[in-house]
């Protein structure tokens, strides 16, 4: 993804549907929503449902659902662009961090890797 010329706006524009679509696909437990818009160049690497349910397994009741909260940083690369955000969690007083990677592939803006910290 070719940041150089975009406003942090027109970044957000672009990435900030996709982040809550997988967020909000997380919260429903939805796999395939969960990961329309990854990336995926190597079936290989594929994030595998298994690792997806284990991950709900252990987390969700401890955490709840996912709210994208405050914009903290973008930081932009030559070819793809990471940006941070707080994240509300359901269960949890204090907001964890979300953190999204976005690239373009094929024309289309995508994901790259995602992950929160609480």
């Excluded at 672009?14 to 909000?24: G, I, K, N, Y």
């Excluded at 709900?56 to 009741?61: A, D, L, Q, S």
């Amino acid at each position: 993804m070719k940041s150089e010329g975009l406003s942090d706006k027109e970044i957000l524009d672009l990435v900030q549907p996709l982040a809550e679509h997988t967020e909000s696909s997380w919260n429903d437990k939805d796999y395939s929503g969960f990961i329309q818009y990854f990336i995926d160049e190597d079936p290989s690497e594929h994030f595998p449902e298994e690792e997806f349910n284990r991950q709900i397994e252990e987390n969700y009741n401890t955490y709840g659902k996912h709210t994208i909260a405050d914009l903290l940083a973008i930081h932009r690369n030559p070819d793809h662009v990471i940006v941070l955000w707080k994240v509300k969690l359901e269960h949890r007083k204090e907001p964890g961090l979300l953190m999204y990677g976005f690239r373009e592939c094929e024309g289309k803006v995508l994901i790259e890797g995602c992950s929160y910290h609480a």
